[in-house]
Nanobody, 123 residues
Protein backbone atom coordinates (compact mmCIF):
# COMPACT_ATOMS: atom_id res chain seq x y z
CA UNK A 1 0.00 0.00 0.00
CA UNK A 2 1.04 3.58 -0.57
CA UNK A 3 -0.23 6.79 0.98
CA UNK A 4 -0.60 9.85 -1.25
CA UNK A 5 -0.68 13.56 -0.45
CA UNK A 6 -1.38 16.20 -3.11
CA UNK A 7 -0.09 19.77 -2.96
CA UNK A 8 0.63 22.76 -5.17
CA UNK A 9 -2.86 24.02 -5.90
CA UNK A 10 -3.89 27.64 -5.69
CA UNK A 11 -5.50 30.58 -7.42
CA UNK A 12 -4.12 31.47 -10.85
CA UNK A 13 -5.22 33.73 -13.69
CA UNK A 14 -6.27 32.29 -17.04
CA UNK A 15 -3.18 31.47 -19.07
CA UNK A 16 -1.12 30.88 -15.96
CA UNK A 17 0.68 27.76 -14.74
CA UNK A 18 0.77 25.55 -11.68
CA UNK A 19 2.72 22.43 -10.76
CA UNK A 20 0.96 19.89 -8.60
CA UNK A 21 2.84 17.30 -6.56
CA UNK A 22 1.75 13.87 -5.35
CA UNK A 23 3.99 12.75 -2.50
CA UNK A 24 3.91 9.07 -1.59
CA UNK A 25 4.74 7.34 1.64
CA UNK A 26 5.92 3.75 1.71
CA UNK A 27 8.49 1.94 -0.38
CA UNK A 28 6.14 0.65 -3.09
CA UNK A 29 5.52 3.91 -5.01
CA UNK A 30 7.57 2.75 -8.00
CA UNK A 31 5.40 -0.36 -8.33
CA UNK A 32 2.25 1.62 -9.17
CA UNK A 33 0.92 3.58 -12.07
CA UNK A 34 -0.13 7.08 -11.00
CA UNK A 35 -3.08 9.09 -12.27
CA UNK A 36 -4.48 12.55 -11.73
CA UNK A 37 -8.23 13.09 -11.63
CA UNK A 38 -10.23 16.23 -10.93
CA UNK A 39 -13.66 16.98 -9.59
CA UNK A 40 -15.51 20.24 -10.02
CA UNK A 41 -18.53 21.14 -7.85
CA UNK A 42 -21.59 19.19 -8.91
CA UNK A 43 -19.65 17.04 -11.36
CA UNK A 44 -18.23 13.55 -11.31
CA UNK A 45 -14.53 12.88 -10.83
CA UNK A 46 -12.89 12.89 -14.26
CA UNK A 47 -9.64 11.52 -15.60
CA UNK A 48 -6.87 14.02 -16.36
CA UNK A 49 -3.63 12.10 -16.95
CA UNK A 50 -1.78 8.92 -16.03
CA UNK A 51 1.79 7.67 -16.06
CA UNK A 52 2.96 4.10 -15.79
CA UNK A 53 5.15 2.79 -12.98
CA UNK A 54 8.42 3.38 -14.83
CA UNK A 55 7.49 6.70 -16.39
CA UNK A 56 7.75 5.33 -19.94
CA UNK A 57 4.10 5.72 -20.94
CA UNK A 58 1.65 8.52 -20.40
CA UNK A 59 -1.93 9.21 -21.42
CA UNK A 60 -4.04 12.35 -21.22
CA UNK A 61 -7.63 13.48 -21.42
CA UNK A 62 -8.31 15.32 -24.68
CA UNK A 63 -9.21 18.46 -22.73
CA UNK A 64 -5.67 18.83 -21.34
CA UNK A 65 -3.48 17.47 -24.15
CA UNK A 66 -0.77 19.92 -25.09
CA UNK A 67 -1.26 21.94 -21.87
CA UNK A 68 -0.62 19.47 -19.03
CA UNK A 69 2.38 17.19 -18.51
CA UNK A 70 2.47 14.30 -16.06
CA UNK A 71 5.79 13.03 -14.72
CA UNK A 72 7.25 11.15 -11.78
CA UNK A 73 10.49 10.83 -9.84
CA UNK A 74 10.58 7.40 -8.25
CA UNK A 75 13.75 8.27 -6.33
CA UNK A 76 11.77 11.00 -4.58
CA UNK A 77 8.53 8.99 -4.33
CA UNK A 78 6.72 11.88 -6.01
CA UNK A 79 4.50 12.40 -9.01
CA UNK A 80 3.87 15.71 -10.72
CA UNK A 81 1.32 17.43 -12.93
CA UNK A 82 2.61 20.52 -14.74
CA UNK A 83 -0.34 22.60 -15.87
CA UNK A 84 0.19 25.38 -18.40
CA UNK A 85 -2.20 27.73 -20.18
CA UNK A 86 -4.81 27.14 -17.51
CA UNK A 87 -8.44 27.86 -18.30
CA UNK A 88 -11.41 28.63 -16.01
CA UNK A 89 -12.83 25.20 -16.86
CA UNK A 90 -9.76 23.61 -15.24
CA UNK A 91 -11.05 24.80 -11.85
CA UNK A 92 -11.53 21.73 -9.64
CA UNK A 93 -10.10 19.72 -6.78
CA UNK A 94 -7.27 17.63 -8.16
CA UNK A 95 -6.56 14.15 -6.78
CA UNK A 96 -3.83 11.62 -7.42
CA UNK A 97 -4.36 7.88 -7.18
CA UNK A 98 -2.26 4.73 -7.47
CA UNK A 99 -3.22 1.71 -9.52
CA UNK A 100 -1.94 -1.44 -11.21
CA UNK A 101 -3.88 -1.61 -14.50
CA UNK A 102 -2.65 0.07 -17.69
CA UNK A 103 -4.07 1.92 -19.41
CA UNK A 104 -6.85 2.79 -16.99
CA UNK A 105 -9.03 5.88 -17.34
CA UNK A 106 -11.68 5.06 -14.75
CA UNK A 107 -11.37 6.18 -11.15
CA UNK A 108 -12.28 2.72 -9.90
CA UNK A 109 -8.92 1.46 -11.21
CA UNK A 110 -7.08 3.60 -8.67
CA UNK A 111 -6.85 3.64 -4.91
CA UNK A 112 -5.09 5.32 -2.03
CA UNK A 113 -6.50 8.72 -2.99
CA UNK A 114 -5.11 11.77 -1.23
CA UNK A 115 -7.20 14.61 0.18
CA UNK A 116 -6.94 16.63 -3.01
CA UNK A 117 -5.65 20.11 -3.79
CA UNK A 118 -7.84 22.97 -4.99
CA UNK A 119 -7.03 24.65 -8.31
CA UNK A 120 -8.94 27.81 -9.12
CA UNK A 121 -8.49 29.59 -12.44
CA UNK A 122 -10.04 33.03 -12.38
CA UNK A 123 -9.27 36.63 -13.25
Amino acid sequence: QVGLVESGGGLVQPGGSLRLSCAASGRTFSAYNIAWFRQAPGKEREFVAAINWGGHWTTYADSVKGRFTISRDNAKNTGYLQMNNLKPEDTAVYYCGAGSAWPALGSDAYHNWGQGTQVTVSS
